[in-house]
């Protein structure tokens, strides 16, 4: 195998703590849910799943360390993220909570938007980039070969994970949402809730402390 069995055992329980523990992507696929419904949370799972991948590849390929190695480069992927963050932060604000029936026939273009979304915030976040580099390779064997394969096994394994996980809680929040959607007080206030999270990210991210 690409992988030691008993490695890839050990990497099991330490990857569903990670994507147990609430962070940005889980906000994001609440918020999510709560502006557009269930799919959009599960599509924009999808999305940071497969953004989780390309870290991985990128990572496996070396690329990751030489990012991490250039502060501004860092710098730069950190305020783009900041900007579209701050760019949905307003989107939702305007659009507020889409409306069931409104959403049968918006669904799969607000689903396909919705992953688009999730892949570019987890691209654009340097604590992923930071994050793989400093958990992943402990678990990866050169001395194995095929080092780019090992980090796609174990950068699936993370993405699998998390878009279960994200998208129920994503899932969750749509649920919530809906029994409130009939009244529009409510449902303007979700729009509000919804764009306070993207906020809120944004400024996590915009504060990130260096190093």
Same mark, same amino acid.
């Given at each position: 195998m690409i992988v030691d069995p008993w490695v890839l055992l050990a990497f099991l329980p330490a990857a569903l703590a990670l994507?147990?523990?609430?962070? %940005?992507?889980?906000?994001?696929?609440?918020?999510?849910?709560?502006?557009?419904?269930?799919r959009a949370a599960i599509a924009a799972s999808g999305g940071i799943a497969l953004g989780g991948l390309c870290h991985a590849a990128?990572?496996?390929?070396g690329l990751s360390a030489l990012i991490a190695a250039m502060p501004g480069a860092l710098d730069v992927i950190r305020w783009?993220?900041?900007?579209?963050?701050?760019?949905?932060?307003?989107?939702?604000?305007?659009?507020?909570?889409i409306r069931m029936a409104d959403a049968r026939q918006v669904r799969p273009r607000v689903a396909f938007r919705a992953f688009g979304q999730g892949l570019v915030v987890n691209l654009t976040n340097p604590k992923v980039i930071l994050f793989v580099l400093a958990f992943v390779p402990q678990f990866v064997d050169p001395a194995r070969g095929a080092v780019l394969a090992q980090f796609l096994i174990y950068g699936a394994v993370l993405s699998l994970g998390g878009?279960?996980?994200?998208?129920?809680?994503?899932? /969750? %929040? %749509?649920?919530?949402?809906?029994?409130?959607?009939?009244?529009?007080?409510? %449902?303007?206030?979700?729009?509000?809730?919804?764009?306070?999270? /993207?906020?809120?990210?944004?400024?996590?991210?915009?504060?990130m402390q260096k190093g």
């Amino acid at each position: 195998m690409i992988v030691d069995p008993w490695v890839l055992l050990a990497f099991l329980p330490a990857a569903l703590a990670l994507n147990l523990t609430p962070g %940005a992507d889980m906000m994001f696929c609440l918020g999510q849910g709560l502006r557009a419904g269930p799919r959009a949370a599960i599509a924009a799972s999808g999305g940071i799943a497969l953004g989780g991948l390309c870290h991985a590849a990128i990572a496996g390929l070396g690329l990751s360390a030489l990012i991490a190695a250039m502060p501004g480069a860092l710098d730069v992927i950190r305020w783009i993220g900041v900007a579209y963050l701050l760019t949905l932060a307003v989107q939702a604000l305007r659009a507020g909570p889409i409306r069931m029936a409104d959403a049968r026939q918006v669904r799969p273009r607000v689903a396909f938007r919705a992953f688009g979304q999730g892949l570019v915030v987890n691209l654009t976040n340097p604590k992923v980039i930071l994050f793989v580099l400093a958990f992943v390779p402990q678990f990866v064997d050169p001395a194995r070969g095929a080092v780019l394969a090992q980090f796609l096994i174990y950068g699936a394994v993370l993405s699998l994970g998390g878009f279960i996980i994200n998208g129920a809680v994503g899932v /969750f %929040a %749509a649920g919530a949402a809906g029994r409130l959607a009939g009244n529009p007080r409510l %449902a303007r206030m979700l729009g509000w809730i919804s764009a306070g999270i /993207f906020t809120g990210l944004a400024l996590r991210l915009a504060l990130m402390q260096k190093g």
